[in-house]
């Protein structure tokens, strides 16, 4: 690698380092430890492929996705974090909803299996299509569509506080299931 492209890859890196870790964090379930080391292995994996990428980001999210996948395919035994139970008062309104929000979506998806969270992660936090998440996974896209749904209904029965989804079919584009609407 010569130096311009060295550059470019700790560029890259430095600008790109959080928004890569806060992706792995989502994949990883929470997992800060394992989050740092799936980013560190998809650039270890980049770095060797740098001249040769057009677009970087891209490129990296996708290696993460697929590590991830190998990860979950060798069936290691899955270990379930167990955490307290929300506190009672979790609908106040004192400025930190959306803070209990993200912890309780953090949580109810650090619960469920490596593969439900990933098709969750590609599908609702990345805003991949269906016959894009199926390509990124090398399945079906009837196979994300019933690993969506499972995955969902998991996530619900997980965390009831985030709400049901609405029995009304609603005409906002791109809604986002965790929320509680329908898609």
């Not at 970087?56 to 590590?67: C, F, L």
């Amino acid at each position: 690698m010569d130096p311009q492209d060295h550059e470019r890859f700790r560029d890259f890196v430095d600008t790109r380092w959080s928004a890569l870790l806060r992706l792995a964090n989502l994949l990883t379930g929470g997992d800060r430890h394992e989050a740092e080391d799936l980013v560190q292995t998809a650039l270890t994996k980049v770095l060797g492929r740098w001249r040769h990428i057009e677009d970087p980001e891209g490129y990296v999210r996708k290696v993460m996705y697929r590590h991830q996948i190998s990860r979950w395919r060798l069936r290691r035994p899955h270990r379930e974090a167990t955490f307290a139970a929300p506190p009672e008062s979790f609908g106040v309104t004192d400025g930190t909803s959306a803070a209990d929000l993200r912890i309780t979506v953090s949580h109810a998806l650090a619960r469920l299996t490596s593969r439900q969270r990933t098709v969750l992660v590609l599908r609702y936090f990345e805003d991949l299509s269906e016959t894009e998440v199926a390509g990124v996974l090398g399945c079906s896209v009837g196979t994300v569509r019933s690993t969506t749904h499972r995955s969902l209904a998991r996530l619900r029965a997980l965390a009831p506080e985030l709400g049901s989804p609405a029995r009304t079919v609603t005409t906002t584009p791109n809604r986002n299931p965790l929320k509680g609407a329908r898609t």
